[in-house]
């Protein structure tokens, strides 16, 4: 399986952003798919994750403000950030689990990583 994110950029506070993640490959074997960001110095943090039925979970530090959503037809995962803060600047990598059909919180869940892609919120 293989992912490639897209969407990343700059934008001011308050702004908003839509990343997309495509997955290719074997993608039959996909149940979950998340995005996870990280900013040097720091661990990487979850971002939001889904599974293939549509459950959902989101960061604390996102939640109310951050939408994950994914058209299974397309095999892409997407993230709409609204009301973007500085402290959401960070990498965004998306992440996709075969293991486990329910939302993975954590990082060594997931069986395959994409390349990342930068978000870059100014004040």
């Known amino acids: 399986v293989q992912l490639q994110a897209s969407g990343g950029g700059s934008v001011q506070a308050g702004g908003s952003l839509r990343l997309s993640c495509a997955a290719s490959?074997?993608?039959?074997?996909?149940?979950?798919m998340g995005w996870y960001r990280q900013v040097p110095g720091k661990e990487r943090e979850l971002v939001a994750t889904t599974t293939r039925g549509g459950s959902t979970k989101y960061g604390d530090s996102v939640k109310g403000r951050f939408v994950i959503s994914r058209d299974n037809t397309k095999n892409t995962v997407y993230l709409q950030m609204d009301s973007l803060k500085p402290e959401d600047t960070a990498r965004y990598s998306c992440?996709?689990?075969?293991?486990?059909?329910?939302?993975?919180?954590?990082?060594?869940?997931?069986?395959?990583w994409g390349q990342g892609t930068l978000v870059t919120v100014s004040s």
């Open positions: 490959g074997r993608v039959f074997t996909i149940n979950v």
């Open positions: 992440a996709a689990g075969s293991r486990s059909p329910y939302v993975l919180v954590y990082s060594d869940q997931y069986d395959y």
